[in-house]
């Protein structure tokens, strides 16, 4: 753990698959934050703008391809989310 900024290209790392996993050593402070950040309407329009209205709900081997080939297909807005049932 740096507190000094580590120069990487995220969109690298996951194209190629690779996993981070981390603890947090997140306060109740920080949570309380977090949570009134998020309820507040000017940062929720801000972070639906990166997020694709379209959202897939992965039940089998062939939702969760066709969600890739529509994450990969540079034909939508923002993020995708994919949801495991």
Do not use: C, W
Request: charged residues 30%; proline residues 1%; hydrophobic residues 40%.
């Amino acid at each position: 753990i740096t507190d000094k900024l580590i120069p990487l290209k995220l969109n690298a790392i996951v194209n190629k698959g690779i996993r981070f996993q981390g603890e947090s050593r997140s306060t109740i402070e920080d949570y309380k934050q977090v949570l009134a950040l998020m309820s507040d309407k000017k940062f929720q329009e801000r972070i639906f703008k990166i997020i694709d209205t379209r959202s897939f709900f992965i039940h089998n081997a062939d939702d969760l391809i066709e969600a890739m080939h529509y994450a990969s297909s540079g034909n939508h807005q923002g993020r995708v989310i994919v949801r495991f049932e």
